[in-house]
């Protein structure tokens, strides 16, 4: 009769009624709090909650500070990732600008005229009486701006004209330190605007002389109708402009993306915020032809390999102090290195004369096989259905010696195969016969499977990929695994950049396969 357990944290999970599953299925769901366990005293308790409210205070602070040198570092290496991004931009803006201008563009034509001006002597008015005078000069220089922009100029214009508009733009300008002015008149009609030039010399005078005092002027030239517009548009400009406009609004927004999305740079950023160790830093490897990169390849670099000794040699004393032997392998998110991690873990320990286990245990996945080079016709889905006295010998693997169990395609059913007690049972009998046992795991955030495989093991190892996640990100992470009570053995930091060189390609792989799974399985 099967036993059914709600919690908090995995919801209901369905178990066969054996004492032994039974009671693993308790101690992984029954959790009130996070990070507090059911025999704890009240005051581990109070202690626990002010731990926890000091951390989240410690990540609210860090999320806010901003650090200019990574920032700056975040913006060239987003310009050197997406530098499409600025360059679609500009050409999108600069095809925008040149459609605007040529859409908008509006041809003007302008009739002009030049004059000298004349400054009477004596009131009587006679030709004779007009003469240049350069302080004249000056004032007409200072005035004849506001002489066109008045009230009386302009009414007495339309007077003239017969019309209640003026369809076009007036202009006067004067030659400095000479009695010489340029009238203008610029309209979108060209016979306009010679009509209106010519009702503006009739007037302009009799007005200036209320300013002024008696003027005359005498014509240079006439005024002509003009035969094209004054307004050529200048597209190249045009495009230049919008260019520049939509590569700035890309930098911009790159900028605006390194400022919002703080990442992880460095481990040494997990101390303020969380107690666990670094057991080990993982290079960003420079050639892309490592897409599967193995300490058992020939031509792998020697700096790859010497990290995953270290890293061995540090899990292997962190499961000593324990006396553990199953590590499960996770991560926060997806393409953070964790699949690549186990595998070299466990390869490194067989290479030690250890007998170790690798464990697919992303059944909703399901393609280590093909990396390791297993067949994978034996997974944990086959561990839960078999009778018994069935049970197979483990696949051994001939190049890297270690045992392998994992499918060749997604299963069904998720939950259920986790949470079986043959499961338990089998990971138990396991123990007897190795030494060693490494589950790989799906991210933390995707999944609950990794919470429940934690469950199982002696140590979790949380992978860390350099700039890849936030603070906050690996905080949720960590609060999940507080609720399974398993150790946390400490992180690996993946992907760190070269001293020379802080731009490596890193490591991870991909889920691209997750959501058809993930759609087809829904069973959490």
């Excluded at 170790?356 to 996945?365: A, N, W």
């Excluded at 429940?452 to 992978?463: E, M």
């Amino acid at each position: 009769m099967p036993l059914t357990i709600s919690s908090r944290f995995f919801g209901k999970i369905m178990c066969e009624s054996k004492v032994s599953c039974s009671m693993q299925c308790i101690h992984l769901g029954l959790v009130a709090e996070v990070g507090i366990g059911i025999t704890d005293t009240v005051e581990e308790r109070a202690g626990k909650r002010n731990w926890r409210q000091n951390m989240s205070e410690k990540i609210e602070r860090s999320e806010h500070e901003i650090d200019l040198l990574f920032l700056i570092e975040s913006l060239v290496k987003l310009l050197w990732r997406h530098w499409w991004c600025p360059v679609v931009l500009a050409l999108v803006f600069g095809a925008f600008n040149y459609g605007y201008t040529y859409k908008t563009y509006v041809p003007m034509y302008c009739s002009k005229v030049s004059a000298t001006v004349m400054v009477a002597t004596n009131p009587r008015g006679d030709s004779y009486g007009f003469y240049y005078d350069s302080s004249a000069a000056n004032q007409l220089a200072n005035t004849f701006p506001y002489i066109l922009s008045s009230p009386i100029l302009l009414d007495e214009l339309k007077a003239e004209l017969g019309s209640e508009v003026i369809q076009g733009n007036l202009a006067v300008s004067l030659v400095e330190g000479s009695n010489m002015l340029t009238m203008s008149v610029t309209s979108p009609n060209p016979v306009e605007a010679e009509r209106i030039l010519q009702a503006l010399l009739r007037v302009y005078p009799n007005v200036a002389r209320v300013v002024i005092g008696d003027i005359e002027f005498h014509l240079i030239d006439t005024p002509a109708v003009p035969n094209e517009p004054c307004n050529f548009p200048n597209y190249p400009k045009a495009v230049v402009q919008g260019a520049v406009l939509g590569a700035v609004v890309g930098v911009a927004v790159l900028f605006l993306v390194a400022l919002l999305h703080k990442r992880i740079h460095s481990p040494d950023e997990l101390k303020p915020v969380s107690n666990i160790v670094c057991l080990g830093k993982i290079s960003a490897l420079r050639k892309r032809k490592w897409r599967h990169p193995s300490i058992l390849e020939e031509e792998m670099s020697l700096g790859f390999v010497d990290e995953i000794d270290s890293l061995t040699l540090s899990v292997r004393r962190e499961l000593d102090e324990i006396q553990g032997k199953v590590v499960v392998v996770t991560s926060t998110v997806a393409t953070e290195g964790k699949s690549m991690v186990a595998e070299n873990l466990a390869y490194a320990l067989a290479k030690q004369g250890k007998r170790v286990t690798l464990i697919d245990g992303d059944l909703r996945k399901q393609d280590m096989w093909t990396k390791v080079g297993g067949s994978g016709k034996y997974g944990l889905m086959d561990v839960v259905l078999e009778q018994e006295g069935q049970q197979r010998t483990l696949e051994v693997c001939e190049k890297s010696g270690i045992s392998f169990v994992g499918g060749n395609a997604p299963v069904p059913a998720v939950a259920e195969i986790l949470n079986s007690g043959k499961l338990s049972e089998w990971l138990e009998t396991l123990r007897g016969t190795m030494d060693y046992i490494i589950i790989d795991s799906p991210p933390m955030q995707l999944f609950e499977d990794a919470a429940v495989l934690s469950g199982y093991a002696d140590g979790v190892l949380y992978v860390v990929r350099h700039d890849w996640i936030r603070r906050n990100q690996i905080m949720e992470t960590l609060d999940q695994l507080a609720e399974v009570h398993t150790k946390i053995l400490g992180f690996v930091y993946n992907g760190q950049p070269h001293s020379h060189s802080r731009y490596g390609y890193g490591y991870g792989y991909g889920y691209g396969k997750y959501g058809y799974s993930y759609g087809r399985y829904g069973n959490r």
